[in-house]
């Protein structure tokens, strides 16, 4: 598998100019080209930006409702459509976008070309199995990552327990990555 | 509380994507962060962590932090004990699980501190969080990344990943919760 490979990859060196863009060509395999995409640089926005959006997505988290615990059961018992419309427009949302995107050939902010490496198949087990323990996760606490922040923001502080869980479950793969099938 | 409906919330949310590939060319996804906490804070010695957290995850430490504050502002605005408002069935099957307290977002009889007391609340808090976190580093990804962010670009591992996230999300509501909240952990 790729484990022994990944490590190399995130450490290789780039171009501080910026014009590292196009240094995620490792798409040999799973954990390489993750890898890869997240080591894209180049000086994009500054942190406020990202820090603006990410107010703006935490709101409309908490004003859609999906952090809600009820709502996550209502949406695995198919008894509401909200979660459903609320995934499912956004997924076609996007999907238009970067559509839209690629046609137009439209570029980044600082001028890189946009650009997203697609992820390795590879067996595939990292993906039916992992997502299946996040699942799991998913329905007991009612909340994925993003919600969990905005859960701990407005105010109920034992959601800061279930990131501790979240950092040391995270953890814990990384600890455990190279014995595990992917 | 009637929530945004979906058909706001859900564009709003995809638009997020292109938003932040056109401001920074950055691939929309929250549970990374998780990575860069680890990467950042925590000793170890895994290859997983080894890379420039700074560099890599910043950006996506500063959207995290803003969702943070997402909640904050929105939290402060919220009547307190309002009461979502679920479908008649989804209440029913809710109710018939022993949760009496429709208040607030999330039941307040499982989400507080002294539930951290009982087995019921450390499966579920600390149990969940953990699965959550070795989940989403196991499949690359969460609802954001996976979900929205790579099934928007056609990708088939996201496919792979949302049926297990599904699969995972129905065995827990199915089977897991009953026997946790019914059989009087």
Known sequence: MVGSSAGVHERSPVSPTGQGVTTFAATDGTEASEAGAELRTGRGAGLVVYLMFGTLFGIVLMKAQVVSWFRIQEMFRFQSFHMFGVIGTAVVTAAAALQLIRRTGLRAANGQPITIPPKEMGRGTRYWLGGTLFGLGWALVGACPGPLLALLGSGKGVFGVVIVGAVAGTWLYGALRPRLPH | ?185
């Open chain 2, 1 to 185: 509380m009637q929530p945004w409906p979906w058909y706001v919330a859900g564009p709003l949310i995809g638009l997020f994507v292109p938003a932040l590939l056109l401001v920074g060319n950055r691939m929309f996804g929250i549970s990374g962060n998780l990575r860069h906490v680890c990467a950042a804070a925590l000793p170890t010695r895994a290859a997983f962590f080894q890379y420039d957290w700074r560099r890599v995850g910043g950006w996506n430490m500063a959207f995290a932090v803003g969702i943070l504050l997402g909640g904050v502002l929105v939290g402060l605005t919220m009547p307190d004990g309002a009461q979502i408002a679920l479908s008649p069935a989804a209440r029913e099957s809710i109710g018939a699980l022993g949760v009496r307290d429709f208040g607030g977002l999330v039941p307040r009889e499982f989400f507080n501190w002294s539930s951290l007391l009982t087995m019921r609340g450390v499966v579920m808090l600390v149990g969940g969080g953990v699965l959550v976190g070795f989940g989403t580093a196991y499949a690359g990804g969460c609802t954001s990344g996976h979900a929205i962010a790579g099934l928007a670009d056609f990708q088939l591992p996201s496919l792979v990943a949302v049926i297990g996230f599904f699969a995972g999300g129905l065995f827990a509501t199915w089977v897991l919760l009953p026997l946790l909240l019914r059989g009087g952990l």
